[in-house]
């Protein structure tokens, strides 16, 4: 029979501390769960600013605008009649922003927009940096 190996430099995992009875019955969350982030830029309340969306569409019935800063939902910002254009104040926190309007319906990117970048759905998204 072989002796059986022993290495007295080999470190032990520490143990869980014992739950508190004010914890128990109640789920942890991971670690790692806790300390990702979200894809969402931060919005700050303190350090918002109104930012004009406006978009030039004399034939539209209702155009809206969806974004990184609203979760891509384009029932959340709508865009007022303002003669033969549309326009929206949004106020948003400083940081880069990725977004499209939605006329009738129908996804468009920005005509008036400087930058731009590929989405993954063929086409392109406005960018807008605060």
């Not at 894809?39 to 406006?54: A, C, D, V």
């Not at 974004?67 to 865009?79: A, E, T, V, Y």
């Not at 977004?99 to 920005?110: H, L």
Request: glycine share 6%.
């Amino acid at each position: 029979m072989q002796p059986r190996y022993s290495d007295t430099n080999t470190l032990t995992r520490p143990q869980p501390a014992p739950a508190s009875k004010a914890s128990a019955g109640r789920a942890e969350r991971p670690q790692k769960e806790q300390k990702e982030k979200s894809r969402e830029p931060r919005q700050k309340t303190g350090n918002q600013k109104p930012i004009q969306f406006s978009l030039h569409a004399p034939q539209a019935k209702s155009v809206q605008v969806a974004g990184n800063f609203n979760n891509w939902d384009p029932k959340k910002s709508r865009l007022e009649r303002d003669g033969d254009g549309w326009k929206a104040n949004i106020p948003l926190a400083p940081g880069r922003y990725e977004y499209r309007f939605v006329v009738d319906g129908e996804w468009i990117t920005d005509p008036n927009c400087k930058e731009t970048v590929r989405n993954d759905y063929g086409s392109t998204n406005a960018v807008l940096v605060v």
